[in-house]
């Protein structure tokens, strides 16, 4: 059973991040963060509030859960090549974080690690997390970015992962979605306090890489990248697009998720194909390596 740490006052916090810095004084002192994964992690949910400590192999399948689409039973080596490229993630997360990120927990719940101890993980995946082989660039972990779905072509990720035009995607349940604010909303989303009531105007200029990718647009002003308008607003994928009618900003996103890396319903496609975790993992990390 996980156990679960609420942070209730500003003393408590202080407490926590002091005995949390231990534990990791500790843990760093036992062994490299490039060596085996550590036998339990705290991970930090920040709309709840809450800390818990879980198994490494618990929250690594948990998070392989979250990736995967929900009420699916994927090819077994999509399973796997989810979890090695996941494993990755999170031994370069480990390696990499800073003591007091995240009130100083190894993780935080989100989307790069979508862990939810409320939802029942398959057999298959529990199975499928254990004894895995290391992804690493130059001997080091790295961080495998992952899609659910591709706009169509995935950004470059250097240097591990190369754009790739995945077709497949644009057919895929989800790939588009629509999300629409009223001016109020999304004011109170920039965090701008005086805008300009022309609203068919607030967005303006924006520039996209030919991967549909939403660069840089201007907002009242302001410029922002495709990440922040997608973060701001709570969007599916970075492929926005944006359009004022009816009284309402209408948001359409192609794909879900930043585009990088590997897309998980192409990996999906490929396993039901015939293709290995390996193979797949060499399409979308090609400059990766694979070893035991």
């Not at 809450?50 to 689409?69: D, K, Q």
């Not at 992952?146 to 990720?157: L, V």
């Not at 969007?235 to 009618?245: D, N, P």
Request: charged share 25%.
């Amino acid at each position: 059973m996980p156990k679960k740490i609420t942070i209730v006052s500003a003393a408590a916090l202080v407490l926590l991040l002091i005995t949390v810095f231990v534990m990791l004084k500790v843990t760093s002192m036992k062994k490299l963060p490039d060596e085996e994964p550590p036998q339990s992690v705290s991970v930090l949910f920040p709309e709840k509030n809450e800390i818990l400590i879980v198994s490494y192999e618990e929250f690594l399948a948990g998070c392989v859960r979250g990736l995967l689409p929900s009420g699916a039973e994927p090819h077994p080596e999509a399973i796997r090549a989810v979890a090695i490229a996941e494993h990755s993630r999170a031994m370069y997360s480990l390696k990499n974080k800073k003591s007091v990120e995240n009130y100083g927990t190894d993780f935080a719940a989100g989307e790069d690690f979508p862990y939810d101890p409320d939802k029942t993980v398959p057999k298959e995946i529990t199975a499928a997390v254990k004894e895995l082989p290391r992804l690493t660039y130059e001997g080091e972990p790295f961080n495998a970015q992952m899609c659910k779905i591709s706009a169509g072509k995935t950004d470059a990720a250097p240097p591990v992962s190369e754009s790739i035009a995945l077709l497949n995607d644009m057919n895929a349940k989800g790939y588009e979605s629509s999300s629409a604010y009223t001016p109020e909303e999304v004011r109170r989303a920039m965090g701008f306090s005086k805008v300009s009531g022309n609203f068919g105007e607030w967005f303006s200029d924006p520039v996209y890489a030919d991967t549909g990718t939403l660069l840089f647009i201007d907002c009242c002003g302001t410029r922002l990248t495709g990440a922040e308008l997608r973060r701001l607003l709570s969007l599916r994928s970075t492929a926005i697009y944006v359009e004022y009618r009816e009284d309402k900003f209408y948001f359409t996103c192609k794909g879900w998720g930043e585009n990088r890396g590997m897309s998980v319903n192409a990996a999906i496609f490929l396993a039901n194909s015939g293709s290995t975790a390996e193979e797949i993992l060499e399409v979308f990390y090609p400059n990766a390596e694979l070893s035991s």
